[in-house]
């Protein structure tokens, strides 16, 4: 399976992006798939996650409100919503997907990683 994310860019504060990651594979299957982030200097954060079967979403209290997390079952695809971008958002934010019940919310939770999409946000 490989992920790739692709949306990331520079915009203001304020301003809105759409993420997208779009997982390839004989057969993908997973139980969840999520967001990640890392911004300079820091470790990587949990996002926000959506349950593949269900739907059901996480959120980070940082991104509640701001930032939806959707799927397409039918495209393999995942996407991340932001808005009311603020410059603390600004990271490389990688996407992430796993066949297991797992912890939603931490690194080891998840089997797959795509490579990362920048996302900065100017003030």
């Known amino acids: 399976v490989q992920l790739q994310a692709s949306g990331g860019g520079l915009v203001q504060a304020g301003g809105s992006l759409r993420l997208s990651c779009e997982a390839s594979?004989?057969?993908?299957?997973?139980?969840?798939m999520g967001w990640f982030r890392q911004a300079p200097g820091k470790e990587r954060e949990f996002v926000a996650t959506?349950?593949?079967?269900?739907?059901?979403?996480n959120y980070a209290d940082s991104v509640k409100g701001r930032f939806t997390i959707s799927r397409d079952t039918a495209k393999n695809t995942v996407y991340l919503q932001m808005s009311s971008l603020k410059p603390e958002d600004t990271a490389v934010y990688y996407c992430?997907?796993?066949?297991?019940?797992?912890?939603?919310?931490?690194?080891?939770?998840?089997?797959?990683w795509g490579q990362g999409t920048l996302v900065t946000v100017s003030s």
């Open positions: 959506v349950s593949w079967s269900g739907g059901s979403t």
């Open positions: 594979g004989r057969t993908f299957r997973p139980y969840r």
């Open positions: 992430a997907a796993t066949r297991y019940v797992s912890d939603y919310n931490v690194i080891r939770g998840y089997d797959y």
